[in-house]
């Protein structure tokens, strides 16, 4: 499946489903904070799930996070 495909999936999903304002990266934020539970606050592990190449990059979409 190419990107377009993916975004354009998504769009009627959240067209059919009356959705208004959620970007797939909301959806990784909330999988991320229920892996942490899952995995005790394991970053390593978190980064791995959550498919960041850095810990630095995981540690910045996780103060993001925090920031929401």
Do not use: P, Y
């Amino acid at each position: 499946m190419t990107g377009e495909a993916l975004k354009a999936a998504w769009n009627r999903a959240l067209e059919r489903a009356a959705i208004e304002d959620l970007v797939l990266n909301d959806l990784r934020h909330c999988a991320a904070t229920q892996f942490a539970e899952l995995l005790n606050g394991n970053i390593f592990l978190l980064k791995l799930v959550t498919k960041h190449k850095t810990l630095s990059q995981f540690e910045r979409c996780k103060h993001q996070a925090k920031a929401s």
